[in-house]
């Protein structure tokens, strides 16, 4: 029992040292996620079909 206590405390005194990012930071960092992310499905999406019509083309 006390290695688990020993363990939490451990536990909560490096969390003390974590350097948390502010509200405006976690948020720009979130529009950043997620501008990439729709970009990428876009590209994604984009070869995709391009590549679709080709094979289509090729095949049709």
């Known amino acids: 029992m006390n290695k688990i206590i020993q363990f939490i405390k451990e536990a909560r ?4 040292k974590v350097n948390w990012p502010t509200r405006k930071e976690l948020i720009d960092s979130t529009k ?10 876009v ?4 070869i995709d079909f ?4 080709l094979i289509k083309t090729l095949l049709g």
Do not use: C, D, M, N
Request: proline fraction near 0%.
């Open 32 to 41: 950043v996620v997620l501008i990439t992310s729709l970009l990428l499905a």
């Open 43 to 46: 590209f994604i999406g984009v």
């Open 50 to 53: 391009i590549l679709s019509q």
């Open 13 to 16: 005194a490096e969390l003390k």
